[in-house]
């Protein structure tokens, strides 16, 4: 009998090991397109139709998007959807009040985003996990900048996918003064599952915006990552960061001025679906054990 249980259990690690492997190369044929796509050009002319004030046009688009992705349009501040000035302005639309609690706590860290989580869990030597099998290091994702990823070899991560039907507007996840904000050019893949288990080191070869906030519970680090059709992204204090896209890497120093942004309130906004980063010290709690990759998470949940 023993015998027999322990060839049941080896033939059943062999065929998952097929499995992994053909959903690999299916994960691989599918995504190769997007590396023989113009990106730039494609995302361009998305943020260009996106904001596009032509009404049969925008209301078709509107419509198509809510009923592809079953957006619950019932918690956004103004359902009609004839009233929206242009798709963009729908996909970045204001939610009612009182329909996204902010878990309260100085200590307790929410989530900035409505979204999945993608994976979460400690940094180790440097390196963050994007996927199963692939993982890409701190320091690449917040573009060489060693003194930075050196405050969270030891600290933990998360990272959490926003996908078409999600509410687009980030939030801060503790109330913090900002340091410093770098943009990082880079490549512009989907990051939907998928992509994330195909490409190797997708959110540190993507386009970013890295920003750093300080906190009474020590600095936290939030990346915003681009994607394709994501034609925009914008903070609160700076407004549009991309377009137009550039070749090289942007730093704005904050520290003299006083930019303080209060737990629950909006930071920025992404147009089309894209990633969450989220970077945290090793002096800070850990997560909630529960928040495990795959869960779904809603803007102000309490994440320790």
Not at 41 to 66: D, G, P, Y
Not at 212 to 227: C, K
Request: charged fraction near 20%.
């Amino acid at each position: 009998m023993t015998i027999l249980i322990k060839l049941t259990k080896r033939a059943d690690r062999l065929n998952n090991n097929r499995k992994i492997k053909a959903v690999s190369w299916l994960d691989k044929l599918a995504t190769l397109p997007q590396y023989l796509i113009p990106q730039h050009l494609l995302s361009v002319t998305m943020h260009r139709l996106a904001n596009s004030k032509v009404i049969w046009f925008k209301n078709l688009f509107i419509h198509f998007i809510v009923s592809r992705y079953k957006v619950n349009v019932s918690e956004a501040a103004e359902p009609d959807l004839s009233t929206y000035s242009s798709f963009n302005n729908f996909f970045t639309r204001a939610l009612r009040g009182g329909i996204r609690p902010i878990a309260e706590g100085d200590n307790i860290m929410t989530s900035p985003v409505d979204g999945a989580i993608s994976q979460i869990g400690a940094i180790e030597s440097g390196r963050i996990v994007q996927a199963k099998g692939r993982d890409y290091s701190v320091l690449e994702l917040l573009g060489g900048n060693k003194e930075l990823a050196d405050q969270f070899e030891q600290g933990q991560f998360a990272t959490i996918y926003l996908s078409p039907k999600d509410y687009h507007r980030i939030h801060m996840p503790l109330t913090g003064k900002l340091k410093m904000m770098r943009y990082v050019p880079g490549k512009l893949f989907s990051v939907n599952p998928r992509t994330a288990r195909a490409v190797p080191r997708l959110f540190s070869r993507n386009e970013r915006v890295v920003t750093l906030f300080d906190t009474s519970q020590g600095p936290f680090v939030m990346v915003l990552v681009g994607a394709i059709f994501v034609g925009s992204m914008e903070t609160v204090w700076a407004g549009k960061i991309t377009p137009p896209y550039t070749k090289e890497i942007k730093d704005w120093n904050y520290n003299s001025e006083n930019i303080a942004l209060e737990k629950g309130q909006e930071m920025g906004r992404f147009n089309m679906g894209s990633t969450v980063v989220l970077l945290l010290p090793g002096s800070m709690s850990s997560f909630k054990s529960k928040i495990t990759a795959e869960s779904i998470i809603k803007l102000g949940e309490a994440m320790m």
